[in-house]
């Protein structure tokens, strides 16, 4: 085989076979497909797509194409992924929650894709963190903490961590055969127990309308339980942020509050739920609403930031972030307010636009080389359905530069709409999968 066949039998939408796809796994892996092919090879499939079958070969390869680990721990191995949203930071929750439940939690994490944040560069807003372990220190984290939240190493799925780049900068991002492949077989590395996804839908996710967030829900389901891993998953709503903030180090902040008890909402509400079939999955409790009341008590009663607080020491941060975590936060230079032009009632947020203006300040990539800077973003962003008064702020920006926070406040004013009417935001949870 050899990378010019496959890619013009792409090209001209031939279906490639399973022997097909591997090699292209394995091309990835070591380097043969050249950085050239690799976008060409993402930019037919996002094209033109793959049946079931070539999805779940492709997935299978890519796990394949490195270390799979093994566990032999005294209770489940569990983990969560989402699809991508804006001012979802719900993985830095979850995980140490299900720790606290009775759960082991290897969870391997991305960094920012898109205009969406990424898990790993909001850990590492935190000084001293450290996401890439190798396998004998994760081991170790997560048999003595319960959780971890790392980075995928050159030893796990190598091909996904190449293809991975390629996608953020060719503008296939939103494949779901890629996005499918790329999730799971990093997942299925792990050697996971239980799985939930949690499937974004509206304007700050990949996938707008719920038809094709349904589509991913049910593709990944069925291939990761063809794979042997049982899964579920959640598809939620993303027309607003999840939380009010969005940017490393501000999405850290939001996390210690819902850590401390300062703030409850959808974040915990969200986190029930995946936590919930988790829990339920595993036999750690009768039913998800049982697993999703036991991971909200872990969150109140302090148990999920004691783990948090053991993870981050673990991972090089502070030993003390969970009690002092406002003095070790970055902060930007430049805080500017979105005041509104006009009285009104939030009829829509435009998400991607919002997680884009994040960007543009400097907390994401235009290009894998980029630098991020965890102190710029957005914070008190209006939720929808609130009403909103002239000379309001909107959101507050946070930048390095006064030319960026311009430019930021024009993004986020024309990303929010007002207008008269009442609105009732939608339901936080829409359905499940699986």
């Given at each position: 085989m050899e990378a010019r066949s496959i890619l013009a039998k792409l090209r001209h939408d031939e279906r490639l076979s399973a022997d097909e796809l591997t090699w292209v796994a394995g091309a990835l892996a070591d380097q043969t497909l050249s950085a050239a092919q690799a976008g060409a090879f993402a930019m037919g499939v996002c094209r033109n797509g793959l049946d079931e079958a070539g999805r779940v070969a492709l997935t299978r390869a890519m796990c394949a194409s490195g270390h799979v680990?093994?566990?032999?721990?005294?209770?489940?191995?569990?983990?969560k992924h989402s699809?991508?949203?804006?001012?979802?930071?719900?993985?830095?929750?979850l995980a140490p929650a299900l720790a606290a439940c009775g759960a082991y939690v290897p969870m391997i994490s991305g960094r920012g894709?898109?205009?969406?944040?990424?898990t790993l560069d909001k850990l590492e807003a935190i000084p001293g963190v450290g996401v890439m372990l190798d396998e004998a220190r994760l081991r170790q984290v997560v048999g003595q903490v319960g959780c971890a939240i790392v980075g995928a190493t050159g030893d796990i799925a190598p091909a996904d961590r190449r293809l991975y780049a390629v996608r953020d900068v060719t503008a296939t991002v939103d494949s779901l055969d890629l996005i499918t492949a790329s999730i799971l077989s990093k997942k299925l590395a792990a050697g996971l127990e239980g799985l939930v996804l949690d499937v974004k839908v509206g304007s700050g996710a990949f996938m707008k309308d719920i038809g094709?967030?349904?589509?991913?829900?049910q593709a990944l389901v069925s291939t990761a339980n063809a794979a042997g891993c049982p899964t579920r998953a959640i598809i939620s709503d993303m027309s607003q942020p999840l939380v009010p903030s969005l940017g490393n180090a501000l999405e850290v902040t939001e996390v210690m509050r819902v850590l401390g008890?300062?703030?409850?909402?959808?974040?915990?509400?969200?986190?029930?739920?995946?936590g919930g079939v988790l829990l339920a999955g595993a036999g750690l409790a009768k039913n998800a609403d049982a697993g999703a009341a036991l991971i909200k008590t872990a969150i109140a009663d302090g148990r999920a930031a004691e783990k948090f607080g053991a993870m981050i020491a673990a991972l090089g941060g502070p030993v003390h972030?969970?009690?002092?975590?406002?003095?070790?936060?970055p902060e930007a230079t430049v805080v500017r307010e979105v005041i509104a032009h006009e009285a009104g009632i939030v009829q829509a947020i435009d998400g991607e636009a919002l997680g884009l203006a994040v960007v543009a300040l400097g907390g994401g990539r235009m290009v894998e080389t980029d630098p991020v800077d965890p102190a710029v973003g957005l914070s008190d962003v209006v939720r929808l359905g609130m009403r909103v008064e002239k000379g309001q702020p909107l959101a507050v920006v946070h930048a390095s530069r006064l030319t960026q926070a311009d430019k930021a406040v024009a993004a986020v004013r024309a990303a929010i709409t007002l207008g008269g009417g009442a609105l009732t935001p939608p339901d936080l949870i829409v359905e499940t999968v699986g």
């Open positions: 680990l093994t566990w032999n721990l005294d209770k489940p191995v569990l983990d699809t991508g949203g804006v001012g979802d930071c719900v993985s830095l929750v894709l898109g205009h969406t944040g990424g094709a967030a349904r589509d991913l829900a008890g300062e703030q409850t909402g959808a974040m915990v509400e969200l986190c029930g739920a995946l972030f969970v009690e002092q975590w406002r003095r070790f936060l």
